[in-house]
């Protein structure tokens, strides 16, 4: 199988071929690699490809595992009820 077959991060479209290229052109942070391939930022928020991509830093940079850093988490802020926002549109 190609690299351009085997899915790393399925909510994005991104392939392995993708990834190494980016790796080979000098990116190797996890968060470098998030902005350019918008890895873990899909509707999974990276559950199903951070491992992947981490494993793949590793390898690339002949590092254990442990030593990548992951990707900083940013939760959604909480819901607003959209009661509230009839009520204060109505304030206005």
Partial sequence: MSKKDIMICRCEDVSLEDLHNV???GFTSIEEIKRILR???GACQGNTCNLLVQREVAK???IPLSE???QKVRPLITGVKLKSILENANES
């Fill in 60 to 62: 690339f940079l002949n």
């Fill in 39 to 41: 890895v873990g930022m």
């Fill in 23 to 25: 790796l080979n052109e």
């Fill in 68 to 70: 990548v850093k992951t």
